[in-house]
């Protein structure tokens, strides 16, 4: 984020503000949540053009140091807290410490403090407001980022012209667009030009006492007449069609860059909020479709007009029109300045509003959590905090330009007196004749006009030009599992894995560590191990969601990095712990990998999956709406939803991420018996919390900080009595643990039963009767 030449800066963490020197250029900014003691706090790290400047957690003074060469800034992380030192040949200077939510955002601004302290040094000095600056562009905590350095970036504005890739189809229709423009501009130049006769032949004298000449009069009001129906015919269409070409290249935009974020591996999404992905491609787009609809049209018209409208002036008389163009070298002045601080402000109001966003894609999704933790309040006061934040934002650059733009009125104004005074000493010395003079003022009405509305159009089009960059930096990310140049066919696949040497590092930190496996097909492997122990990035790297940084994975013999992603994923069924539906319908749910299947293909996979029986209970059975995310069906139902949901694309390689973790025993057991029919002649790599699940599994593979430990069968890794039998026994002291605790709750259950229960009422008392007393009354017969 930059902001140039504000006087003060605001961090994310705090309202407390930082003076700047009027020179000064925002180049990068850290919030920092650690306090020395290592206790939560509020403090701020900004790097400008000329110093670094702190505020510290739990303290209100601000604390400079001007950058030079001696001075070094160094970034570590250990044991969850990052730390940034800064030292010079003197020794350290300061320390800062924050959550590693915050690394990212710290390791760019490592990098701009560089780049920073290397300008400073190549040329005595940084940019100063309204050159092209040093901007920190957001974090990117993604392994395969590889940012340019951001003094090479252009500034915002051009950005708008790497908008002509998706306009290059439309060029024609937007030619016969600017050629209309063009046309009705010079019809609207049509009725001024024509009142300086009406005035001068018609008017003036008909005051002296001469007769009207109607034909004439008839004449020039037939061309009025004529060049409003002509500006009106040409503005529609113009309008129409460049309103129609600004829809498809907004459409085009949208489809382009969410295509585009589809096809970015997931280490991307790990360092992104949705609701930022949500903004970008939502508002972002829209902005830019106003702006190619509505105001770049208008800028157009404007620049016509005063590019016209002034050569005209100077045609009718060119010292008046010089008088005219007196304000013109001011405002464009004033146009320059202003335009470097809205883009750079604009910048950060989107980003800004992106926390607005975060906020509500964050508590919406999450509604239930927050609920049951009772954190109604909380969250509340965190969109209240980032709503005014935006506000504060908003307020600043409102301030600017609420300045702005009525002193553009001004001068326009202004300038229109000068020549109104410069006319009349004209007409005074007959040099011109009042319908000059008349028909002078009123193109100077469209030519003041034009101008103010064009110094209006810089707000529009530093909002456009921030909404492009941001939308570009989506499209400018290469993905860090790309398509192969020259992929290699994938015809039938067998499902022999085999892993070499595979290693994969985040950052500096190694997760997988020279791993060798061998997979053979129909094959099932378990994977045990303590969290953390690369399990999940095991199966991770072999769905290839992120590739190897050493070594390789190799499906049949061929390195899954020559082969295009979709036609080798098309080959993998996942299952995971936390199965995610979409809102649909049950067989919408379960087509998802093959939307073409039929009904009867359907039906057969949720039999499979042991899931027909409860489908056929819902309200319209595989036509039932499910909730977004699956509300209203239990886990255990959406699990078996996605076991029938893989069953149905008929994998090769099937994938089991802790499929059983997260319900009970009954459900455990139906879901068991779906995944028999799912694994039946696949190579199967299972993960399960449960070490009980895995005896169906051919071998067990031991994995412990990224490395293969034991490799076995279930009574093999036994008898070593090594990881895995630790792991064993630790989970079966813990499932008897549990068990006795169950048993011992329900004999107090029952013991509790038998003290509270009502005794039995005591039986009657028997009435003896002999033979004789069969019938009533008899008793008082005898």
Known sequence: MSLQTSPSIVSRSSTEEAPLRPSENVLGLLDVDLNSRLRFGSGVVVITNQRLISRFPDETEWRSWDLQPDLTLTHTDYAGVGTLALRDTGGQLAVWRFTLGHNPAAIQLLRTFEAARAHQGAEGGLPAAGQTALAAEPADDTPDAEDSPAEDKPPSTWTLFRLWRFAHPYRWQLLAGFLLTLAATAATLVPPYLTMPLMDKVLIPFQNGQQIDTGLVGMLLAGLMGSALLAWVLGWAKTYILALVSERIGADLRTTTYEHLLKLS?????????????????????????????????????????????????????????????????????????????????????????????????????????????????????FKDANRHNLAVNDKLNKLWSLFSPTVTLLTEIGLLVVWACGIWLVSRQQITVGVLTAFLAYIGRFYTRLDSMSRIVSVTQKAASGT??????????????????????????????????????????????LNLTIQPGEMIGLVGHSGSGKSTLVNLICRFYDVTEGAILVDGVDVRQVRVADYRRNIGLVLQEPFLFFGTIAENIAYGKPDATRGEIVAAARAAHAHEFILRLPQGYDSLVGERGQGLSGGERQRISIARALLINPRILILDEATASVDTETEREIQKALDNLVRGRTTIAIAHRLSTLRKADRLVVMDKGVKVEEGTHEQLIAQRGAYWRLYEAQARQEKAERDRMLEVEVADRELAALTATPPAPPAPAVHRDAGDNAPGQEHAR
């Open 266 to 382: 997931l280490e991307y999404f790990g360092g992104r909020r949705t609701g930022d992905l949500m903004a970008r491609i939502g508002s972002e787009t829209d902005r830019i479709n106003v702006f190619l609809s509505l105001h770049l049209l208008d800028f157009a018209t404007d620049v016509l007009m005063i590019v016209m409208t002034a050569v005209i002036l100077f045609t009718i008389n060119p010292t008046l029109a010089l008088v005219t163009l007196v304000p013109l070298p001011i405002i464009g002045w004033m146009i320059h300045v202003v335009r470097d601080r809205l883009r750079t402000g604009f910048e950060k109001i989107d980003r800004v509003w992106s926390e607005v966003t975060n906020v509500l894609a964050d508590t919406i999704p999450g509604i239930r959590v927050v609920k049951a933790f009772a954190q109604e309040d909380r969250e509340a006061n965190r």
């Open 469 to 514: 960059k941001r939308i570009f930096e989506i499209l400018d990310h290469v993905s860090s599992v790309p398509e192969p140049k020259n992929p290699v066919p994938l015809t039938h696949v067998e499902g022999r894995i085999e892993v070499r040497d595979a290693a994969l590092r985040y950052g500096n930190r190694s997760v997988i560590r020279g």
